[in-house]
């Protein structure tokens, strides 16, 4: 069955940096175009980035463009994000979750089949 674990998540002052982390199985993971959401204290979700089969194509939100890298390891079946600067706003919980084949929009819920349980990501000083 499909499983996506996340882990990496934790306490951070603002400025700094953390690498969050999500082991994808049972399924071709290289063939799948990801993305990381995240929910907010108030229970929002929020996409906030995609990537796409290969690695070499990589999307943002505004919020985080700038300040956050999404990278994949298809040797691996693990998904990565690099978080910089971060801020308070910025507390959540990280989801990963694989897009499905046919979808179109990268920042909307429906378009995800899959989503891991999360880590939560706090950033206060």
């Known amino acids: 069955q499909v499983q996506l674990v996340e882990s990496g998540g934790g306490l951070v002052q603002p400025g700094g940096s953390l690498r969050v982390s999500c082991a994808a199985s049972?399924?071709?993971?290289?063939?799948?175009?990801m993305s990381w959401v995240r929910q907010t204290p108030g229970k929002r979700l929020e996409w906030v980035s995609g990537?796409?089969?290969?690695?070499?194509?990589?999307y943002y939100s505004d919020s985080v463009k700038g300040r956050f890298t999404i990278s994949r390891d298809n040797a691996k079946n693990t998904l990565y994000l690099q978080m910089d600067s971060l801020k308070p706003e910025d507390t959540a919980l990280y989801y990963c979750?694989?897009?499905?084949?046919?979808?179109?929009?990268?920042?909307?819920?429906?378009?995800?089949?899959?989503w891991g349980q999360g880590t939560q990501v706090t950033v206060s000083s």
């Open positions: 979750a694989r897009k499905k084949r046919l979808s179109t929009l990268w920042g909307s819920i429906e378009s995800y089949d899959y």
């Open positions: 990537i796409n089969t290969g690695g070499g194509s990589t």
């Open positions: 049972g399924f071709t993971f290289s063939t799948y175009y």
